[in-house]
């Protein structure tokens, strides 16, 4: 017997050291993680061809004679470990960087539009499907508060099976709180064995007792307690996330108006670069034949050659900034399926004619950013939930005045000769409970309405805010309307100036320096007025922020 117990013991303390393995040492699965390596290719590269361009993705095939083990050295710089659930076929849907565009570059009419980059926010910008995920947020904290009202479902079993008194009592009741206030009860239980005499009342008949009651605040948590408050905070707490929600697309819409129009500057001067570049080259055979025929001397020619590779240079530089503008652009441009699209430039718009805003609107601006702006709103809302820990703190210092009625009945067999237990039974109680110095609830309503009134100083400065912002947002749309149209006046003057002199250097009353200053006089006033229209369009999008012209949604994303 010695022997077996020994055994018995042994295989135990072996079955909780193998346990606790179990748990401090998890298995090891080499194959639920990917490691990608990095691995000189030695196959030769022609120098020709630029990698930048290279959209060609190979995908190695995992040799399964070669795999990597703790043994093998690796540098912590060519190796990468990703998890395997994370590799998807999304992540390597990499958008293709459109060509660059010819000499013969123009700006196409029917290109993409600025409202079509807004649409595509709407639709499918990842961070502003972050946010309305926040809805779902919301509305499960919601559903927890609602939990306070969920039935509760009670057992228990007391059972004393030694000692002079043998007891055996088991109890299950369901209690229901109500949202007015209190609570309803109902029960079984059934007592037997030999109770003490001062522990009759545990004892049931055969059949038990049968309990049902309820309970009703008369006075402190009648018309709000702790968890009609909870539901009520959580309530406003859902509509709250709609406007950071509004917020949230405010920025990301103003943010995607700047990268396209960023993007339709960049290609404008890209425009420029071309004009420019052409009226270098077209010179140059007619200055080689003049210093053929002896007309112009031959530094005349190199000068223009230099000329026609520095604006060349200029020329590669506008189609980089046109392509990073695309790039930065394809963040907010996608297609159906949320892919960021690079638009190429066979998709690039000229300016739209500029518009001015009626000096007679601003006013009614103003009154309408401040109905539509979230900031109002989300005060609002405070204010709602702030007015419920008022009336929260306010009840703190009713007294407690409690109204319970149960009734009972027990069903069976009696067990005792009198049978005390038979007859119906009714309770009924007054509990009464009253704080004294009440300070707790006191202090509650100070702290509570010390923020009321906090909230009700920054309302006034926040309203204040959003008046001055629209002002100064037209403001600046006033301001940059008037820079853009002297800049295309001085555009205009510049170029004339430009073509006199080149008429004057074919006909030999000039030459070739000022011919190229006044050429770069016209680039530069043409870049001002790129650049003019370019704040224009950005100062029409922080109007368009400043009214919250953009609304929420009422989608929730799958």
Known sequence: MFRVLIAIFAFSMGGCAGYKNYLTQPELEPQSSSVHISLPDSTPVESEKSPLLNT??????????????????????????????????????????????????????????????????????????????????????????????????????????????????????????????????????????????????????????????????????????????????????????????????????????????????????????????????????????????????????????????????????????????????????????????????????????????????????????????????????????LDIDHSEAQNDCLPSVDLVMAASQDVGYPTSPKNDKGPFELDALLLVEVPIERRKAQGKIQKVSGKISQLSAKRKLTEEKIVAEVEYAYAGLIGAYKQAQQAEQAVVYAEDLARRERRNFEEGLSDLLKVTLREQYAVESAEKAVDAKLLYFKERADYRAALAEDQVPDFIPE
């Open 56 to 385: 060609d993705f190979q995908v190695a095939e995992e040799d399964p004679q070669n795999k990597l083990t703790p043994e093998t050295p690796a540098q912590s710089s060519d190796i990468k470990q990703v998890a395997a659930n994370s590799v998807t076929a999304e992540t390597f849907a990499i958008p293709e960087i459109p060509p660059l565009p010819d000499k013969n570059f123009a700006p196409n009419a029917d290109g993409i539009n600025l409202e079509d980059v807004i649409n595509s926010v709407y639709q499918s910008y990842p961070l502003l499907e972050a946010a309305l995920y926040s809805r779902e947020v919301a509305s499960g904290e919601r559903l927890e508060t609602l939990g306070e009202f969920d039935h509760k479902l009670k057992a228990g079993t007391e059972n004393g099976p030694m000692g002079y008194y043998k007891t055996y009592r088991q109890h299950i009741g369901l209690i229901k709180p109500l949202y007015q206030g209190g609570e309803v009860f109902a029960g079984y239980r059934i007592g037997r064995g030999s109770f003490q005499p001062w522990y009759l009342e545990r004892q049931t008949n055969e059949g038990g007792e049968f309990k049902a009651g309820f309970s009703v605040p008369l006075s402190r948590n009648r018309d709000i307690d702790a968890r009609r408050a909870a539901l009520w905070r959580s309530t406003y707490g859902v509509q709250a996330v709609e406007p950071d929600i509004q917020a949230q697309l405010i920025s990301f819409v103003q943010e995607g108006a700047y990268a396209y129009w960023d993007w339709v500057a960049a290609g404008a001067k890209l425009v420029i670069a071309d004009q420019i570049l052409k009226l270098a080259e077209d010179r140059t055979d007619r200055i080689r034949s003049q210093v053929e025929n002896g007309f112009l001397d031959p530094p005349e020619l190199t000068d223009n050659l230099r000329l026609v590779a520095e604006r060349s240079g200029k020329r590669a530089l506008a189609e980089r900034k046109l392509q990073q503008t695309a790039v930065k652009l394809s963040l907010y441009f996608r297609d159906a399926n949320g892919t960021p699209v690079i638009p190429g430039p066979d998709m690039l718009p000229p300016f739209p004619d500029l518009e001015t805003v009626d000096a007679e609107r601003v006013a009614f601006d103003a009154q309408l950013a401040l109905e539509q702006r979230p900031e109002i709103y989300a005060l609002d809302l405070l204010q709602r939930q």
